[in-house]
């Protein structure tokens, strides 16, 4: 979905997008209120109502994505966003199970992040408090549906969500179903909308309604997170184009590195913390790289490689010619970047000029090079000696996520319940008065 050119509503619509997406927002203002104060046993009970809820309507949600997918697929949608659209029964029930262990983590609303008492006597905390009201603009990712509402609704946050017409089908099931859930427990129903039917218009009200939309958080394409960020007027947590690096280091185990790497590539391909670059010291690459590439050619993977990486291919393994296009790509299909460097310093520098800030991982067994990796790197997630697709809420304990911020402010990495929180701060006194 690409908003660069915000759209105008079409006057026979006769309708007043703006008016509508605000009028939404301002029901998420009442539903907010309602869930700022909630218990966690009930959130708890209404994540549970949810997930039971998308279990029991998994045919319906399954033949809207099966609409979604046909018109994705006569669309011309990549084979990488088709696999982020499809949803199976079996994804149905890991998306409710993710519901299930949100409900499992702890409460970060009224979590005292610091206090203390002044010498004056007052008493002071910093207490963990709702934003208010979440809006996401988001694509081809029906699964986000369910992880924003239920990330929202545990953080005591309403959710406003615009997912594209690629999965309009299947969002538009979703959110139904979820609404009755909440209904069914006595919380609002619009603590989970959508304005998809608003299309484009729709997501550009959003970015405009300030004072009722406390946060807002782009995630997809670079097109679609780079217009929100720059044409939002509400704040906005910028999250992650992935182009993600694996780099061999020279003292790499060979039998360590071939398994992260094919992980970090294949595992999952249309995903943002699937690896789309790999860097290999030379020390390293006459003994990795053939069976590497080997490795990756019989996993289906497209090698774009430099010269050196072209003359260590193995018979039958073809390299096409790497451009720097390809060291700033994010592929998010069986496609992969590979060049030999020469030193730590030029994995480095080539991770500083083409990384987008989201994950690397490094590949050794020198804990001086792991070192100097860890704290030269300026990405959201570092990994040492493991796979990059472990940047996820879920993998990492913190639950679903909402995002995967590659910004430096607020949040930074995977977006799960603190992320949703600010903080208030709470003063004391018995009288006090300054002097």
Same mark, same amino acid.
């Given at each position: 979905?690409?908003?660069?050119?915000?759209?105008?509503?079409?006057?026979?619509?006769?309708?007043?997008?703006?008016?509508?997406?605000?009028?939404?927002?301002?029901?998420?203002?009442?539903?907010?209120?309602?869930?700022?104060?909630?218990?966690?046993?009930?959130?708890?009970?209404?994540?549970?109502?949810?997930?039971?809820?998308?279990?029991?309507?998994?045919?319906?949600?399954?033949?809207?994505?099966?609409?979604?997918?046909?018109?994705?697929?006569?669309?011309?949608?990549?084979?990488?966003?088709?696999?982020?659209?499809?949803?199976?029964?079996?994804?149905?029930?890991?998306?409710?199970?993710?519901?299930?262990?949100?409900?499992?983590?702890?409460?970060?609303?009224?979590?005292?992040?610091?206090?203390?008492?002044?010498?004056?006597?007052?008493?002071?905390?910093? *207490? &963990?408090?709702?934003?208010?009201? !979440?809006?996401?603009?988001?694509?081809?990712?029906?699964? +986000?549906? @369910? $992880? #924003? /509402?239920?990330?929202?609704?545990?953080?005591?946050?309403?959710?406003?969500?615009?997912?594209?017409?690629?999965?309009?089908?299947?969002?538009?099931?979703?959110?139904?179903?979820?609404?009755?859930?909440?209904?069914?427990?006595?919380?609002?129903?619009?603590?989970?909308?959508?304005?998809?039917?608003?299309?484009?218009?729709?997501?550009?009200?959003?970015?405009?309604?300030?004072?009722?939309?406390?946060?807002?958080?782009?995630?997809?394409?670079?097109?679609?997170?780079?217009?929100? *960020? &720059?044409?939002?007027?509400?704040? !906005?947590?910028?999250?992650?184009?992935?182009?993600?690096? +694996?780099? @061999? $280091? #020279? /003292?790499?185990?060979?039998?360590?590195?071939?398994?992260?790497?094919?992980?970090?590539?294949?595992?999952?391909?249309?995903?943002?913390?699937?690896?789309?670059?790999?860097?290999?010291?030379?020390?390293?690459?006459?003994?990795?790289?053939?069976?590497?590439?080997?490795?990756?050619?019989?996993?289906?993977?497209?090698?774009?490689?430099?010269?050196?990486?072209?003359?260590?291919?193995?018979?039958?393994?073809?390299?096409?010619?790497?451009?720097?296009?390809?060291?700033?790509?994010?592929?998010?299909?069986?496609?992969?970047? !590979?060049?030999?460097?020469?030193?730590?310093?030029?994995?480095?520098?080539?991770?500083?000029?083409?990384?987008?800030?989201?994950?690397?991982?490094?590949?050794?067994?020198?804990?001086?090079?792991?070192?100097?990796?860890?704290?030269?790197?300026?990405?959201?997630?570092?990994?040492?000696?493991?796979?990059?697709?472990?940047?996820?809420?879920?993998?990492?304990?913190?639950?679903?996520?909402?995002?995967?911020?590659?910004?430096?402010?607020?949040?930074?990495?995977?977006?799960?319940?603190?992320?949703?929180?600010?903080?208030?701060?709470?003063?004391?006194?018995?009288?006090?008065?300054?002097?």
């Amino acid at each position: 979905m690409s908003l660069a050119a915000p759209p105008s509503v079409p006057e026979a619509s006769g309708v007043d997008v703006e008016e509508a997406v605000r009028s939404v927002a301002r029901r998420a203002q009442v539903a907010a209120r309602a869930l700022a104060t909630a218990p966690r046993s009930l959130k708890d009970a209404a994540l549970h109502a949810m997930a039971d809820a998308l279990v029991a309507a998994t045919p319906e949600i399954v033949s809207a994505n099966a609409v979604d997918l046909e018109r994705g697929e006569a669309g011309g949608l990549s084979a990488g966003l088709l696999d982020r659209l499809t949803l199976t029964p079996d994804r149905v029930a890991a998306i409710a199970d993710a519901l299930r262990e949100l409900a499992a983590l702890p409460d970060p609303v009224g979590e005292v992040v610091r206090g203390s008492t002044l010498p004056n006597g007052l008493r002071l905390r910093q *207490v &963990r408090v709702p934003l208010g009201v !979440v809006g996401m603009i988001y694509e081809a990712r029906p699964n +986000v549906t @369910v $992880d #924003a /509402a239920g990330l929202a609704l545990k953080s005591g946050n309403a959710a406003i969500l615009r997912g594209g017409s690629a999965a309009s089908s299947s969002n538009t099931v979703v959110v139904e179903v979820l609404g009755q859930a909440l209904r069914s427990v006595g919380l609002p129903a619009d603590a989970v909308q959508s304005i998809d039917e608003h299309g484009r218009a729709g997501a550009v009200a959003l970015m405009h309604a300030r004072g009722l939309v406390d946060l807002l958080v782009p995630r997809g394409g670079a097109d679609l997170i780079q217009t929100v *960020v &720059r044409e939002a007027t509400v704040p !906005v947590v910028e999250t992650g184009v992935g182009n993600c690096h +694996v780099y @061999v $280091d #020279a /003292a790499a185990d060979p039998a360590m590195a071939l398994p992260i790497l094919l992980n970090s590539k294949t595992q999952r391909v249309g995903v943002c913390n699937a690896a789309e670059t790999l860097l290999v010291h030379a020390d390293a690459a006459p003994g990795f790289l053939p069976s590497a590439l080997a490795a990756l050619a019989g996993a289906g993977v497209v090698v774009h490689g430099d010269e050196r990486t072209a003359a260590l291919a193995p018979a039958g393994v073809d390299v096409v010619p790497a451009t720097d296009e390809d060291w700033a790509t994010e592929y998010l299909s069986l496609d992969l970047a !590979v060049r030999v460097v020469d030193t730590l310093d030029d994995a480095l520098e080539h991770i500083r000029t083409w990384s987008s800030g989201h994950t690397e991982a490094i590949v050794t067994n020198d804990l001086a090079a792991s070192r100097r990796f860890v704290a030269e790197v300026d990405s959201a997630a570092v990994m040492v000696n493991a796979s990059t697709r472990f940047t996820d809420g879920g993998q990492l304990g913190l639950g679903a996520e909402i995002g995967i911020s590659t910004q430096k402010m607020h949040a930074r990495g995977p977006m799960g319940l603190a992320e949703l929180t600010t903080t208030r701060w709470v003063v004391e006194g018995d009288g006090h008065v300054r002097p």
